[in-house]
């Protein structure tokens, strides 16, 4: 599973093709209506739904972008750092970087035990094939 922010920006992008979605459908399934006394203007290449298909398929687009904004706000309030001082997220870091210095520290001292584990056991090898 990807991490909070991954699915932050998966969920903006996401949104982002449901509004340029909606926004097309809306563009290429509406009832042109006259402004004023100008002439209705229709596209020929236009699918034109019945104003009852129209508001339904809208309102169901519109319930889609609720949700996904939705969840897009339950992430963003999940993030680490919402709700936490500045103080307190430095703290944090200064926490989290002794801890990563000790592990470095057993790293290198178990990088090392292991080296000398090598050299031990070459030193063994050696002995016995001259025996």
Do not use: C, W
């Not at 097309?24 to 699918?47: C, Q, W």
């Not at 992430?75 to 592990?103: N, W, Y």
Request: proline content about 2%; overall charge negative; charged content about 35%.
């Amino acid at each position: 599973m990807a991490d909070r922010l991954t699915q932050l920006q998966d969920a903006v992008d996401q949104i982002a093709t449901q509004f340029f979605s909606a926004i097309r459908y809306i563009g290429t399934h509406h009832d042109a209506v006259p402004v004023g006394n100008e002439a209705k203007v229709t596209d020929e290449n236009a699918t034109i739904d019945t104003p009852e298909v129209f508001e339904s398929r809208m309102s169901e687009l519109a319930r889609d972008l609720i949700i996904k904004s939705k969840q897009i706000e339950v992430l963003i309030t999940t993030l680490p750092g919402i709700g936490v001082s500045e103080d307190d997220q430095q703290a944090r870091l200064r926490s989290l970087e002794a801890q990563l210095k000790e592990a470095e520290e057993e790293r290198v001292k178990s990088v090392q035990e292991k080296e000398d584990a090598r050299v031990r056991l070459e030193s063994v090898v050696v002995k016995l094939r001259r025996v």
